[in-house]
Antibody, heavy 121, light 102 residues
Framework: QVQLQESGPGLVKPSETLSLTCTVS????????WSWIRQPPEKGLEWIGY???????NYNPSLKSRVTISVDTSKNQFSLNLSSLTATDTAIYYC????????????????WGRGTLVSVS | SYELTQPPSVSVSPGQTARLTCSGD??????AHWYQQKPGQAPVLMIY???ERPSGIPERFSGSSSGTTVTLTISGVQAEDEADYYC?????FGGGTKLTVV
């Protein structure tokens, strides 16, 4: 079956850049809207952004200046870079598969990775 | 940018019906989707496009929409339904509702 697996460091220093990778197995990455979502401890979900396999991206306006999402179709992976980290970026980071509703103006997440905890300290 | 508002908590007895709401000005124009999250687990899609249920989701979960409010209804609540529930539309999530089965 289709699985998503996040990988990356569990601890990063303030002001540094976080780099996470999501490996997709069981399906081609050349479809769907591949997304990153995060959840600070004991708090709600926050959408970070998505990338379409073509390379088109869409980011949360509140994070846009610090976020880059890229895709490597040859490896069936997509990645997140989040720069200028502070303690408020401490969270579980999830990768997820997004499906567009009608256009790319709305989407939902039908498959999630298990998440990876990133601490900024 | 817009907001989606959910009540922080809802309590219900086993076998009863739980109705979880999500309100937002964008909802008459955009579909909403619902996720269930149990402690230590990733969210799971329960309802998409206001009322569509993915395969494998029990029929007791249903969704509806009216004006600026969408509702997730859980009929015949079971103890295993105790979880946090989030609504989402495009790039925005609601704050989540903690459903307690007492």
């Amino acid at each position: 079956q289709v699985q998503l697996q996040e990988s990356g460091p569990g601890l990063v220093k303030p002001s540094e850049t976080l780099s996470l990778t999501c490996t997709v197995s069981g399906d081609s990455i050349s479809r769907y809207y591949w997304s990153w979502i995060r959840q600070p401890p004991e708090k709600g979900l926050e959408w970070i952004g998505y990338i379409y396999y073509s390379g088109k991206t869409n980011y949360n306006p509140s994070l846009k200046s610090r976020v880059t999402i890229s895709v490597d179709t040859s490896k069936n992976q997509f990645s997140l870079n989040l720069s200028s980290l502070t303690a408020t970026d401490t969270a579980i980071y999830y990768c997820a598969r997004g499906r567009a509703v009608t256009t790319d103006e709305n989407w939902y997440f039908d498959l999630w990775g298990r998440g990876t905890l990133v601490s900024v300290s | 940018s817009y907001e989606l508002t959910q009540p922080p908590s809802v309590s219900v007895s086993p076998g009863q019906t739980a109705r979880l709401t999500c309100s937002g000005d964008v909802l008459p124009k955009q579909y909403a989707h619902w996720y269930q999250q149990k402690p230590g687990q990733a969210p799971v899609l329960m309802i998409y496009k206001d009322s569509e249920r993915p395969s494998g989701i029990p029929e007791r979960f249903s969704g509806s929409s009216s004006g600026t409010t969408v509702t997730l209804t859980i009929s015949g609540v079971q103890a295993e339904d105790e979880a946090d529930y989030y609504c989402q539309s495009a790039g925005v999530f609601g704050g989540g509702t903690k459903l307690t089965v007492v």
